[in-house]
DNA sequence: GCACGCCTCCAGGAG
DNA sequence: GTCTCCTGGAGGCGTGCC
């Protein structure tokens, strides 16, 4: 015992400097050199806008304040004089009222408006019982807009950016493009009109200017908790804080441990990380006091979950301990945990953005949990425990903690900084701060980008009733019950094995369509009648001739941009590796980006919603992928498939593809490009489901049941290994040898099967519950069904969770893998299963599964 | 009473 | 809370047949 007194004494808080020095410069510097716009919000005791700035060189954060008594505000359509007799002018916040004249893109003509000013931000937008100004006026324009973000728009300020302060104020740092490259990257935009070669030219220094990097903290807290699965609630705090780990990308690891009774050291795991530092507290109160010294160190705190959990927890217990407020270096929002001085950033928020998810990370994730993100993205994961939180001795439990904050960190400093440079970028675009890109969705950065073009254009931010009152609904049918509008082409598969097949597709179709088409909301059906006769093909919708649509030619900038030169560039060897890889985010941001800008024109909640953009936009697409084949077909080559926005065309010469390639061009002003070439393709002839195998080898599966993530994991590795036989595969001659190996593999599976040879693990079915328990009421599914059995079992369980079950014999006939036995295991269940999965691989195989085997199906054949 | 067809719900995926 | 299109499995219900 003694030998651990005397170690954990070493560790004593008295011999080690634990706090760091803030980074924050609390008066305001008069001048300062280049820093970087963290964040933009309002300082409630000033009354003022308040700009987070960073300063890299020195390392310090300074606040720096409104200076041209900028004022909240909202608009209105009645007169000065008609406001001033109505209740608003009574409001307490009520300022003055003056007249303004704005551009009206749903009229196509300039408007006198009433600009309202109030005192501070709640004044015009207050709920409950102080009424805030806007609903006080029959109608008000840019009235729901953050205040934080309209004083981003009126100082055309660019978040993520180079700013400074000279004499007191803030200004831009300018940068100098090199001509050259500005002449290089405009030459892509010959021909295009000026306001597009303008627009191209503002936002250069956005994209080439490359990313500062920024030190952050990663923190992460255990909590002591006496029930087992159970998350102590935050808002009680009723448990001690155990231990809190620190990780920076400078070089900080720290871990603090409190002191308890009849706890020891304990023998040390293999995890434990000797480059992190050990201090104990006797105190949990001192111990919290010295967190809140670090997360005051510096610019960016990254938790994982801190705006629900650890942020909120600490806040919490420290005011349950008697820590002041001002001490405590938290500010609690609604649905967010902000810092003093810098930036919190909730990665767990930002990588649960299905944005982010899909098109930042190709889905290399499924979930977003740290361990399913850390264990995809860094190979690296979570300490598995054996033992129950509360009861790991010291050492384990600084191990499992500071692993939580290194894996943190990791995940913004891994592959060049990437997701913190990429968060810059999207901060840049968006217009909006660190800590609110972070935690919208795409939708949010795509409003804000589209407003802030608007404040700075002088044009008015139309309401959302209007421009539907105005354009009106979608005209178009879906095919699917219960959407709003009709989609895109899927071309019948032509079932069989083609080898030398070609993959055409058309790059960025939509983002394409709406810059070619001019669609905006305010250029569909525009109201002058000379427009009228620039119809849309098979649709009664018109677009404007006069005027160039503003979202439109945004998207369509950025859509060119990315196309021409970022993602080119981030390839090429010439190219310094620094730049590269500023550019690879560069490019990979706009895609993000890009892929959203149709759809949100479709969707009810976006402020601009246009359902005639929507739907034209898809129209136009079928429209093209249809005059495509017709080409295709006129030239004489096949067309076997195709989705959406591609072609796959069957032994084209070289010829015959440029041909194509030229039409489109020419045709469209689009560009079609050779997406994928595949040594055979086969086809199941089911729509969005086929197997491919490229030139090298590799294989590429789409919508197959084997690849599907509930699929269970032996039918999963069944589907892997016939896949491994399938890309040996290099001539028609190669498939008899091939069918014999793939029949011995699934034989191989299903006497396993049949012989409880399986791991109940191996057979689960791995289902999400996408809402919680209750709220199943129209069916049962039999991950539902499954469910509620844990749940009698007093297991909690909601939204998000991941229920494995396995099918057995039975009238439930699903049971929990927690609950099952190999013996209970319903064998024809799973041979149902194996045969759908190997049926859409065989008979694109171009040989039915019967045919094959000469039975009617897996399961007789293997009864024989 | 029961097999069967048809529709709906739900999850997961393609683009 | 971008969008629509597509697939498979199970649940739920009506219908016709024995």
Redesign the pocket.
Known sequence: MNSITSKIAEHSPDKVKVSRRSVFEAETPKNTGPCILLSVGYDGSRGKALCKLYDPLKNKIYYWFDNSDHKPYCISDLPPEKIRKLPVAVHQGFIGVEVIEKYDLLTDRMVKMSKILASDPLSIGGRGKMKGIRDLLPKAWEAKIPYHNCYIYDRRLIPGFYYRIVDGDLLPVSFEIPRKTRENILNFFEGEPDPVRELVNSWLPIFLYPAPNIPRLAVDIEVYTPQVDRVPEPSLAEYPVICVSFSSSDGLNKIFLLKRKGFSLGSKPETFPEYAELVFFEDEKKLLNETFKLISSYPIILTFNGDDFDLNYLWHRAKKLGIKGEEIPIVLGKNSAGIIPGVHVDLYKFFS???IQ?YAFS?KY?DATLDAIATSLLGISKIRLNELISELSYYELASYCFRDAEITLKLTTFNNDLVLKLIILLMRISKLSMDDVTRQ????WIKNLFYYEHRIRNYLIPLKEDIVAVKGEAVTR????G????????IEPKPGVYFNVIVL?FASLYPSVLYRWNLSYETIRCPHEECKSNRIPSLPHWVCKRRLGLTSTIIGMLRNIRVYWFKPKSKDPNIDEATRSWYSVVQQGLKVIL??S???M?????PLYCPPV?EST?ALGRYIISKAVEKAEKIGVEVLYG????IFIHKPTDEQINVLMEWASKEFKIDLDIDKVYRYVTFSG????YLGVFRDGSVD???L?G????TPEFIKKAFLEVVEVLSKVSSVNDFEEAKRRIAEIIRNYYVKLRDRRLSLEDLAF??????SLKH??????????AARLLEKYGKKLGAGDIISYV?VKGEI?VKPVQLARIDEIDVN?YM??ME?TFR?ILEAVGVNLDEIFGFRSLDSFFKR
């Open positions: 953005n299905r944005s899909i889905n499924k969705s795409v939708s949010g879906a095919l699917i019950k959407k709003k509008y009709m989609g895109a082409i899927v597709d892929n959203a149709y759809g949100v479709g969707n009810e909640a976006f929507a898809t989705d959406t926005d591609s089911l729509k969005k489901n599966i789409k919508g049941v690849k599907k993530r509930n791995r289902v999400k519950l996408s809402r199943y009421v129209k069916t049962t599914p039999q991950h539902v069904k099918k006939g269940k149902g299963h759908t859409q």
